[in-house]
């Protein structure tokens, strides 16, 4: 869309074929979008961003517009390599977050079971 590609992800107006990491921020609105829509209470929700990936903060703008948007806070903490995740997880109770949104990036994703077992005893 940031491109002029398709029109829209919803109706993108014809068949496009391919694979990118760097998706723009109007899927990251989407993951945004489904994450209220599983965790419709969450007033506050920490947001994973990786400082290193070039759509990182990209990113995080727009799901912060996007909580904006509907009343909600979201709290960016960054983690761009492996010996920060306890750092960064540790912000994570003072703020009283309800949700986890975990940023687009190639670093958590490898980092998956990592993230996800820091998740489970905030």
Do not use: C
């Amino acid at each position: 869309m940031k491109f002029g590609l398709v029109s829209s992800l919803n109706r993108p107006g014809g068949n496009a074929t391919g694979y990118s990491l760097f998706v723009g921020g109007d899927l990251e609105a989407k993951r945004f979008d489904l994450l209220h829509e599983l965790v419709p209470g969450a007033a506050v929700i920490a947001m994973l961003v990786d400082p290193n990936y070039p759509n990182g903060e990209f990113g995080a703008a727009i799901v912060q517009s996007a909580a904006r948007a509907r009343g909600l806070r979201v709290f960016p903490f960054r983690v761009g390599v492996d010996s920060e995740f306890d750092a960064g997880f540790a912000q994570i109770a003072p703020q009283g977050a309800d949700a986890l949104f975990v940023g687009d990036s190639p670093f958590f994703m490898s980092r998956r079971d990592r993230i996800a077992g820091l998740a489970t005893i905030w």
